[in-house]
């Protein structure tokens, strides 16, 4: 692994699996367009579990946007290169990107953003579903590992609204995998938890990446956690910048800061 704060480019031994060029993000609004992402050139290894910082307003969520295609790019090109096939990811069609993106990239929110009337169960079986990788046995056998293996297995038939926040985002990060996607993009995935669940569910997200391969982008306002990346990037006002200055988040809350416990899985 690389250190954090190295180059842009990282590790240049293994090929890129993401691969964003030129990338430029405006927004039309009825104020006029806002330039949100200035031209960002980026390669993304896999295996890497990189940590995307910056201020509020500074573009992370419109940079994993990009990456997801769940928003259209402006110019520039996002390339991800997994399962097998090289994808220009806003080369595809609406159908098409659904379906890939379901196989290919697992996304965690803040929010959890679960459904709220499904069991826990359900909420995971759901992408497996609608992907269709898996028969609808097997499908059920694979949520029960997730949550197994998140230790949430004895709460399966639970309704969200039942378990806690911490909870719903291990039971988020299980539906995230459902379709054992190789990349993991997570929006500030510890922004609403306490310092000791945020540093649980960041404890998964580490195990995930050196037990599983999974290659993992997240946005977070803790500089705390930035040296537990393999990476780091700042972002600022819609461009990259690096190293990390201590002045940029010094305003940053703090609400996640976090013990550097070693932990086991104890939730
Ligand atoms: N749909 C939109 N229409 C217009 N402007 C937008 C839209 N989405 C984001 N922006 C603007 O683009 C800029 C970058 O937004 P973005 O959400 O990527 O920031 P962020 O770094 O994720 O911030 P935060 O830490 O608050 O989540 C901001 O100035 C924001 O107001
Ligand atoms: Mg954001």
Redesign the pocket.
């Known amino acids: 692994m690389t250190t954090s704060h190295e180059t842009l480019q990282g590790n240049t031994a293994t090929p890129a699996l993401i691969d964003m060029r030129d990338v430029i993000k405006v927004?039309s609004?009825a104020a006029g367009d806002?330039t949100?992402l200035k031209g960002i050139n980026v390669d993304i290894r896999a295996g890497e579990f990189l940590g995307v910082i910056?201020?509020?307003?500074?573009?992370?969520?419109?940079?994993l946007n990009m990456i997801t295609g769940v928003d259209d790019i402006t110019t520039g090109r996002v390339i991800i290169r997994a399962n097998g096939a090289d994808v220009h990811v806003h080369d595809l069609n609406e159908d098409a990107l659904a379906l890939w993106r379901g196989k290919t990239l697992g996304v965690v929110f803040q929010s959890f953003q679960l459904l709220p009337m499904l069991t826990l169960i359900e909420n995971i079986t759901l992408p497996m579903d609608l992907c269709g990788l898996y028969r609808p046995r097997r499908s059920r056998q694979r949520a029960l590992e997730l949550l197994e293996m998140v230790e949430l297995e004895e709460h399966a038939n639970k309704l969200p609204a039942f378990i806690s926040g911490g909870q719903q985002q291990r039971v988020a990060i299980a539906r995230a995998l459902a379709n054992d996607p190789p990349i993991l993009v997570a929006d500030?995935p510890t922004g609403s938890l306490d310092s000791v669940t945020s540093d649980h569910i960041f404890e998964l997200f580490e195990r995930l990446v050196q037990e599983q391969g999974k290659t993992i982008v997240m946005?977070t306002?803790d500089k705390s956690i930035a040296p537990r990346f393999s990476r780091t990037l700042r972002?600022v006002d819609?461009e990259l910048a690096d190293p990390i200055e201590e002045d940029e988040t010094a305003s940053e809350p703090e609400a996640n800061k976090s013990p550097k416990k070693k932990r086991k899985w104890l939730w």
Not at 54 to 63: P, Q, V
Request: hydrophobic fraction near 30%; avoid cysteine.
């Open positions: 927004y609004t806002f949100a910056g201020k509020s307003g500074a573009g992370k969520s419109t940079f500030e946005v306002h972002i819609g």
